[in-house]
């Protein structure tokens, strides 16, 4: 199957794809909203996961508008141990790590959760 074609079919994620195929990256550690501020100047990269659909990278121009209208109000805090996504605005939340890898910059990947 195409990587850009390849479905999400659960989450936590165990690896990471593009378009091109697998990425060398593996989970870190979840991220709250410092982390992730700090990870976006950095240059990381943001990864939507959500099961059923194929990942959708955010591209470099959008990332920061993708995250004050989008994530930021949906993040669920790191050390938050459960949740409920009808908590969050339009009834579905994120949930970030960030994947490092030997031959790719940090990306943060978000586990939509609805």
């Known amino acids: 199957m195409e990587s850009a ?3 999400v079919t659960l ?11 697998r990425l060398d990256a593996r989970r870190a ?15 990381s990269s943001f990864v939507v996961a959500d099961v059923g659909h194929p990942l959708q990278w955010i591209s470099d121009a959008d990332r920061f508008a993708f995250w004050e209208t989008e ?10 141990d459960g949740f409920h996504p009808d908590d ?4 579905y939340c994120y949930v970030a790590t960030m994947w490092k890898g030997a031959s790719t910059a940090s990306v ?4 939509k959760h609805h």
């Open 5 to 7: 074609k390849r479905i």
């Open 11 to 21: 989450t936590p994620l165990n690896e990471l794809w593009n378009s091109n195929g």
């Open 108 to 111: 943060v990947v978000l586990e």
């Open 71 to 80: 994530v930021k109000c949906r993040l669920v805090p790191p050390d938050v």
């Open 29 to 43: 550690e979840e991220v709250g909203e410092t982390d992730i501020a700090r990870l976006l100047q950095a240059g």
């Open 88 to 91: 969050y605005p339009g009834s």
